[in-house]
DNA sequence: AAAAAAAAATGACTTGGGTCATGATTTTTT
DNA sequence: AAAAAATCATGACCCAAGTCATTTTTTTTT
């Protein structure tokens, strides 16, 4: 994985947005007749899996959770920061349903395009359409790293793995007010709350972070860097 | 998930080679003249994670497991019968690096186009980019299940998912030669491989699949559904 | 500011599935 | 066809992580 040591299960960092340059000005036109842009609250409900992709979603602000859901349990795929794109594997020909749900964590605001537009311009301009396959992907080697890490590594490891995520990623820095609640963090390591609160008292103890109330600061970046490698 | 009652782990059936008839005649012969045609023998690796990708890899014949390795472990991401592409991940501008391994089950040919070539042709034709996209869209969602199935089932929701996957999509009938060890299967499902032999005996004494010696039925499949949906 | 509700914490107990040891088969090599 | 090496199979044991019950703290509502 490009500029990382070990294989984690960070989210991507790319700003999609530089796609749209790919685009002529008279492209850009027709795709910003044919969009929306919509705000939703915290835990409202963006797409939901299994429905008619009738848009591609591009995130402008805010924070979302990616899931799929099914009688055997729920797993979170990814958390899309803004700058990324929602709905992409409801692309192909034939399929067009979202195979995934996303809510969002915070208040977010979309840019909702239409997907038939969105495809068009897919045909018609391959430089964007590459661009598009670039961004592809990368989601797929990020998939591909939390695949790995939520099912190879302990505890500890998907715990330091999350942690390091979210202040490299998604919030960029060592301090971060984290509305998360336990039960999310949980949610997103694919292990229990009790067992997630036990191990953030663990790393408090050992002095590897410092929470007060919800703000989060890592002290020892390398050490948890190693938990998640190792751990 | 397109014509699938429930999430599984299956393999993709589409046939990339169809995308290639998107390309001109000139496009073609300029890709035939770029590729080369290798045989591998069973365990040979086709190409390993973190080297640099030359080539796209198309199979021809064969069947290829897919998988990433790293200190806290090892896992099969997918296998891919012929008719699929190695490498598009490595696609995107500024890696092109394998983040990920294959190597061969059984003895496979294969096609490999090199990779700049194959990025030109994205760059220059719309249509080929778009089919490009679709593949990498039903990918993802493959992904997704089996990210879903060795995250969320029990273990022998995971195994009837796997014998079922190998029968629907790889094999394509209820009775098939498994030319995999049970320590192959278990690095399929995840587990160890004592689980796996267990439960196959299970599955057999329960009268849903029969074994003689390498050669697998599928005596009820609507109870190994349910098993997969459920168990 | 009090009451209610939600979230965080902690201890006790359970369990799915891994590990290890050993023996029986099957496959491969010589 | 005998010997060696894998693979398959089974029992005994262990442990990481889940579940459940209860208490404390924080947040939200009235």
Redesign the pocket.
Known sequence: MPNNPHINSCTVSYDTLNCFNKLTDEELLYMEKNRLEINYKEDETICKQGTFASHIIYICKGLVKIYVEDDAGSLILKILPKGNLIGLSALYDGNNIFPYSATAYQDTKARLIDIHVFRKLLKSNAEFASEIINVMCENSIQTFGRFFSLTQK???GKLADIILCLSDRIFKKNEFDLDL???ELAELT??????V??M??KFKDDKLIA?N??TFKILDEEKLQHISQYG
């Open positions: 302990q505890s500890y609640t336990r039960k694919g292990m229990s709350t009790e067992r609160i036990r953030l008292k929470i109330k919800k």
